[in-house]
């Protein structure tokens, strides 16, 4: 059988550390919680037309899967390290203050990995297509951004690392 290589998905120690505490949490607290809600439903009586039932283990075969999700990540997970890295060129883990060159609007975007993007809080990966072109940018660089509605141009403002809740 042919083993196919798995990518390195490249990430902060705090993007790294969710995916630990979802599993943590998925295989201790959530797991406890479908268990009795499975109990309860049995004890409902007959399966064949309970909902409750279906629904808890639709449930738990959801959070199975994210399970063995995370474990692969985890596996292939690189964890960079920050101290290395110069702040002032963009990178994972930065994040920025950008300019629309063409209607002058600013944007803030933090870079982050695959697993990470929440886009809605500009939560965007180093492989989107303005992550992409941002890595190894600095403040001043006009950057040329493919996107599927055409190119957007965007000047760089400002650049540090992302701040992590403690």
């Known amino acids: 059988m042919d083993m196919e290589k798995k990518a390195i998905t490249k990430y902060t120690e ?29 004890s409902l009586g007959d399966l064949t037309e309970n909902s409750e039932y279906d629904a808890a283990k639709d449930e738990q075969a959801q959070v199975e899967a994210r399970k063995v999700e995370l474990k692969d990540l985890i596996k292939n997970a690189e964890i960079i390290d920050e101290s290395e890295i110069d702040e002032s060129v963009i990178n994972l883990g930065s994040t920025i203050l950008v300019m ?67």
């Open 14 to 42: 705090a993007d790294y550390q969710a995916l630990v505490d979802e599993l943590a949490y998925l295989e201790g607290e959530k797991t406890e919680e479908i268990k009795k809600a499975l109990a309860f439903a049995r």
């Open 100 to 166: 629309d060159c063409d209607f002058g609007d600013e944007i803030e975007y933090s870079i982050v990995s695959t697993n990470a993007v929440d886009a809605l809080n500009g939560r965007i990966s180093d492989h989107s297509p303005i992550g992409a072109a941002m890595i190894g940018k600095t403040v001043g660089d006009i950057v040329n951004v493919e996107t599927p509605g055409g190119t957007v141009r965007f000047k760089v403002l400002k650049v540090e690392r992302t701040k992590h809740e403690e």
